[in-house]
């Protein structure tokens, strides 16, 4: 038998699900029958962009009465800047007092503030903590009982100032007092990075009050000790002596900077881990729960990979946000490979399941699948197909997904599991689907996007849908339209309220400036696939992006790499900002790279993220650690010292895989081979 039946099989039923047209998803130019009286909304936000603020207004009174919740609020939203001071206040008072939330509440005090009503602001938050208001929110209530000489200012601001985590709008504030509490002012010393004197004083602070000492001030003191003075280990003494006289969340804090003392001391690796976890088991919340937790394990990984494997064992149940842990798992997994402890890599692998992430997860269980293959861990064919099953799992992550569905040669009856349960799955009611959806069929393209942040949870992906490919087919060089419809798209895709359709595909995986791509990648000779991914990777195919590196473009070219492409292409004038240049320039820059790595379009990635003399070091160090002249460029990838440029390369591949797939036919298990040859 073939062994590559299976596969086509597979892949030829992949490709079918690729296929699927979109459908119920193209906006078309909705009549009075669709939205009836809702029309009124979005007529009166055309007015609104005209300038008509009258008959805006006159619509916005009518469509606040809408059926639809969203429409309804919208619409009132719309009309609060329209009216005069008391008609303004009447209806924020009915905004708050119907919906009752953080967002109608911001409104309301927001606008008060821009228009200096402070009685307003102090009488709308009467009765209410100053620490469970949103922060824009107590801002807003303090600076009113500043500005009116209130008597309540003095204490609210010291409650605001020393029980929560100090912010900006903290630090704002603050400025504007003119003599401050000692304790608000060594946070204010904190916020400002000078540890040394704000060291002095919370010290001063922490002996003088005892079991008073602020919770939010034994953090910033653990923040000063760690960051103003090299005394360690006097310092992680001082931290756990304070903890026997505090009690609650503040003996978290002073155990739990006590084990960042002695781990930054260098000394008594020990000591730090009894502290985090000392810390751990004294957790008021998920939150400190997973951060003393991670602290251990990191501390304990430190001491040994063993013992951090335990500790999973022993406590992974009880993580709260596994996604917390994935940056220590992948320290895990670069360490274990580069110390050639492939029986231990294949029992993290088996210890993780369940308790990291699924993207963490399938990772460790793909690369010790992989590492059986190679004969480096000696288990049964059962228990390779066994990790590769875990894999496909792998919640979002496409690579690991893709990747072991090739290795499993799968039949075409699994197809359906393998893409149809991608993503982390959602309960979603469709509330913001009228909205949105108007947005798209009354030419309103600006709000869709600003809205679509806000309500994303309350979308389906069939609107989803439609608004992205409205969005993709207004795109141009001079809008945002492209990066926004593929985010919107991607997100969904991520998060399904459904199970997938795969013709959300054709968004999330666009072939945006098709007519420059194709001439640019026939001009160089390089598939289309791999271009377009590398272009999704590096600019969401926002051709005006510019990187904090300065890199610019589609392509996200440097200056230097493309005056060296000009000179070599014989440009004398150039604009990185003009997309078809710049493409021209990166697919000259990727092709040239190839060429220059025996056409392994892996390490020309890699090389185009980080650099050709960096990669090339990066090969010779993978050698000398593992032990392998050629390591398969899967495990290779997994080797390599940058988390960033290990992604780079994992969303590189898994998105030509499906370019290749979805727009040229070609079967997934015949572009792995050629992308990691």
């Known amino acids: 038998m073939d062994p590559h039946s299976g596969r086509v099989k597979f892949f030829s039923a992949l490709l079918l699900f690729f296929s699927l047209a979109l459908t119920s998803c193209t906006p078309g130019n909705a009549g009075e029958e669709q939205y009836g009286s809702d029309r009124n909304y979005f007529q009166a936000l055309k007015l609104l962009d005209q300038g008509a603020l009258s008959k805006a207004k006159k619509l916005l009174s009518s469509s606040q009465k809408s059926k639809d919740p969203l429409i309804a609020r919208r619409s009132k939203e719309a009309l609060v800047p329209l009216l005069t001071s008391e008609k303004k206040a009447k209806l924020l008072t009915s905004i708050t007092e119907t919906y009752n939330d953080k967002e109608a509440l911001t409104l309301a005090c927001s606008t008060y503030l821009n228009a200096e009503e402070w009685s307003r602001i102090i009488a709308l938050t009467n009765g209410r903590d100053i620490n469970e208001l949103p922060l824009s929110v107590s801002y ?33 504030l603050t400025r504007k007092v003119n003599s401050l509490p000692k304790e608000i002012e060594m946070r204010k010393l904190v916020f400002e990075r000078q540890y040394l004197p704000a060291l002095e004083g919370l010290s001063e602070l922490a002996e003088e009050k005892g079991s008073l000492f602020e919770v939010q001030l034994v953090s910033d003191l653990g923040k000063a000790m760690l960051y103003g003075s090299n005394d360690f280990l006097s310092n992680a003494s001082f931290m756990e002596e304070l903890s026997i006289h505090l009690s609650n969340e503040g003996k978290f804090y002073a155990l739990f900077y006590a084990g960042r003392l002695y781990d930054k001391s260098k000394v008594n690796q020990a000591k730090a881990s009894a502290r985090f976890m000392n810390a751990f088991q004294t957790a008021k919340n998920k939150a400190q729960s997973d951060n003393a937790f991670w602290y251990y394990l990191k501390s304990e990984m430190k001491i040994s990979p063993e013992r951090s494997l335990e500790a999973i064992k022993k406590y992974g149940n009880s993580i709260s946000d596994p996604f917390y842990y994935d940056d220590f798992f992948d320290e895990l997994s670069q360490k274990l490979l580069k110390n050639r402890m492939w029986n231990l890599y294949y029992q993290a692998a088996l210890v993780s399941y369940g308790k990291a992430s699924k993207e963490s997860s399938a990772k460790l269980n793909y690369v010790a699948a992989r590492l059986i293959q190679m004969g480096l861990v000696k288990e049964t064919e059962e228990n390779t197909s066994l990790l590769f099953n875990r894999a496909l ?66 979308t389906s992906c069939e609107c989803a849908k439609k608004i992205a490919l409205y969005l993709n087919s207004l ?19 991520n998060h399904p309220d459904s199970e997938l359709d795969l013709s959300m595909l054709n968004l999330v995986f666009p072939r945006n400036f098709s007519d420059h791509m194709k001439k640019v990648c026939e001009e160089f000779n390089i598939p289309q696939y791999e271009f377009y991914a590398l272009v999704r990777s590096e600019s969401f195919f926002d051709p005006r992006v510019k990187s904090s590196a300065q890199a610019k473009g589609l392509s996200q070219l440097m200056d230097t790499t493309a005056g060296d492409v000009a000179r ?37 990635l890699f090389s185009y993220n980080a650099g050709i003399k960096r990669v090339r070091n990066w090969i010779k160090e993978s050698e000398r650690e593992t032990g392998f002249a050629n390591l398969p460029m899967d495990i290779f990838l997994e080797t390599l010292p940058f988390a960033e440029t290990r992604e780079y390369g994992r969303k590189n591949i898994s998105a030509a895989i499906i370019y290749a797939t979805l727009y040229q036919g070609i079967p997934p298990y015949q572009t792995i081979d050629s992308l990691l040859h």
């Not at 009113?144 to 209130?150: A, C, I, T, V």
């Not at 072991?404 to 469709?430: C, I, P, W």
């Not at 945002?480 to 991607?490: F, M, P, V």
């Not at 990185?576 to 092709?591: H, I, M």
Request: glycine content about 4%; hydrophobic content about 30%; aromatic content about 16%.
């Open 475 to 493: 795109a141009t060089e001079e809008n945002d339209y492209y990066t926004q419809s593929l985010r919107i798209a991607s997100w969904h895709a």
């Open 393 to 458: 799992d792998s919640g979002s992550d496409w690579y690991y997904r893709t990747l072991s569905a090739g290795q499993l040669s799968m039949t075409a009856e699994e197809a359906d599991y393998v893409f149809k349960n991608f993503g982390h799955k959602r309960e979603s009611t469709g509330e913001a689907d009228r909205l949105l959806s108007g947005y798209a069929d009354f030419s309103l393209a600006e709000r869709i996007y600003p809205e679509w942040q806000k309500v994303r949870e309350k």
């Open 568 to 604: 070599k292409l014989k440009v004398t004038e150039y604009n990185l900002s003009d997309p078809y240049t710049n493409l021209r320039f990166g697919a000259y820059y990727f092709a040239e790279l190839k060429s220059r790595l025996s056409g392994s379009t892996l390490l020309a």
């Open 140 to 172: 807003a209530r303090l600076t009113s009982l500043l500005k009116k000489n209130d008597s309540r200012f003095n204490s609210e601001f010291y409650s605001w100032c020393t029980k929560q985590a100090f912010t900006q709008s903290h630090y704002e």
